[in-house]
T-cell receptor
Framework: AQSVSQHNHHVILSEAASLELGCNYS??????LFWYVQYPGQHLQLLLK??????LVKGIKGFEAEFIKSKFSFNLRKPSVQWSDTAEYFC????????????FGPGTRLSVLP | SAVISQKPSRDICQRGTSLTIQCQVD?????MFWYRQQPGQSLTLIAT?????????ESGFVIDKFPISRPNLTFSTLTVSNMSPEDSSIYLC?????????????FGEGSRLTVL
């Protein structure tokens, strides 16, 4: 079965600090990869996604993620965080040809201090 | 994109009762998904609701506990039956956008249930 792990449960940063949130998955086949964000009191929304092609993908609000197939990783990055980035971040994997079943990581709570 | 509305947004329920959550989508979709997000945890898929056929449940979830209806291509309901405090959770309706299994998921705002 697929599984998704995220390296940190809670990350606390000051504004303008750089961010990297780790995500690893366990599935040997072709995958589609996603990062979702849930701002306080709001619904989940997509930050970015990777299906194929350039392994470095750019999303909304200055976020990017890099797919490293050999490491089964899809880490999320942002060079300079803002207070408004305070949210819960979920990595998700959908194994192609494995049926419709997104598997979500446990989430990482990001707190950005003003 | 898809806009998903869920009702109720939150409720406080008594042990042993049942509650039905409604999910309305602004466009026709083939599959709708119901997720659970327990406090401090990630999302877990409960079932996939298909129009015109019975829902498909994931391991650990059964129809008697979580009956689902899907009367048309824009609407679904999830009932949490005979609730216990362990059912306190956020229940999320979701639909996929895009072709096949490659599309992203869109989520409703969730229904936060507290069972006393």
């Amino acid at each position: 079965a697929q599984s998704v792990s995220q390296h940190n449960h809670h990350v606390i940063l000051s504004e303008a600090a750089s961010l990297e949130l780790g995500c690893n998955y366990s599935y040997g086949g072709t995958v589609n990869l996603f990062w979702y964000v849930q701002y306080p009191g709001q619904h989940l929304q997509l930050l970015l996604k990777y299906f194929s092609g350039d392994p470095l993908v750019k999303g909304i609000k200055g976020f990017e993620a890099e797919f490293i197939k050999s490491k089964f990783s899809f880490n999320l990055r942002k060079p300079s965080v803002q207070w408004s980035d305070t949210a819960e971040y979920f990595c998700a994997v959908n194994a192609v040809n494995y049926g419709q079943n997104f598997v979500f990581g446990p989430g990482t709570r990001l707190s950005v201090l003003p | 994109s898809a806009v998903i509305s869920q009702k109720p947004s939150r409720d406080i329920c008594q042990r042993g009762t049942s509650l039905t959550i409604q999910c309305q989508v602004d466009s026709q979709v083939t599959m709708m998904f119901w997720y659970r997000q327990q406090p401090g945890q990630s999302l877990t898929l409960i079932a996939t609701a298909n129009q015109g056929s019975e829902a498909t449940y994931e391991s650990g979830f059964v129809i008697d506990k979580f009956p689902i209806s899907r009367p048309n291509l824009t609407f679904s309901t999830l009932t949490v039956s005979n609730m216990s405090p362990e059912d306190s959770s956020i229940y999320l309706c979701s639909v996929e956008d895009g072709a096949g299994a490659t599309g992203e998921l869109f989520f409703g705002e969730g229904s936060r249930l507290t069972v006393l």
